[in-house]
């Protein structure tokens, strides 16, 4: 059923990404001594219970938490390789990409921007420098900039070919019946997302 195929394509990430989260894991600081310039503040929403580094390092209090000492978190990995944690009140636990926790605690955002990307394409780097707002086209073009993902014709799996992207964009209408993005999803059997995308 849909658990299953769920449970697969989780399985899948966390393979593509297993390899490098251990090595990774191996060399990481757990200690409670501060890095060099390592500054600590409270997560919002956990004042007390849990706080995030400019390094990206989670640390524990036992203050109303399920844990009995100060301690530096392990951080688990995600889908897609991004590092992540779960925080604990009140009986309820929640699970947290890491460099969101970073940015939302560190880095202002005036603009209200909904996505957090990597700099140097290291998702596993969550320190502050390494990390800034964006919106969802400067995530995916960073990405293709970089080398994390393939583009057009170059990806293995790629869909659409050069011809069929150009064919898009020039007859593309938003919200039309036979030319809009689900229309022409079906016409090429990809998603409205794809063909948005193809369109930005």
């Known amino acids: ?12 990430y966390r393979t593509k990404w297993l390899p490098a989260y251990l090595a990774f894991i191996a060399l990481y600081p757990f200690g409670l001594d501060n890095l060099p310039g390592e500054i600590w503040k409270w997560i919002s929403g956990y004042e007390g219970l849990y706080q995030v580094s400019n390094y990206g390092r989670i640390k524990t209090f036992p203050r109303h938490s399920r844990y009995k000492e100060i301690m ?3 951080p688990a990995l995600g889908t897609g390789g991004y590092l992540q944690v779960g925080l ?5 636990s929640k699970t947290f990409d890491i460099h969101r926790l970073v940015a939302q605690t560190f880095i202002p955002n005036p603009l209200n921007l909904p996505e957090v990307n990597h700099k140097f394409g290291n998702k596993f780097d969550n320190c502050v420098e390494n990390l800034y707002w964006c919106t969802d086209e400067e995530n995916t073009h960073h990405a293709v900039e970089t080398g994390l993902i393939k583009s057009g014709a170059d990806r293995n799996e790629a ?3 050069a011809e069929q ?8 209408k938003p919200y039309d019946p036979n030319f809009g993005a689900s229309a022409l999803a079906r016409k090429f059997n990809v998603s409205p997302r794809t063909i948005r995308r193809v369109v930005k």
């Open 1 to 12: 059923g849909k658990e299953k195929a769920k449970a697969r394509v989780e399985f899948l």
């Open 72 to 74: 530096i978190r392990r």
């Open 88 to 92: 604990h009140k009140n009986g309820i």
């Open 159 to 161: 869909k659409l070919t």
């Open 165 to 172: 992207v150009r064919w898009i964009r020039a007859n593309y």
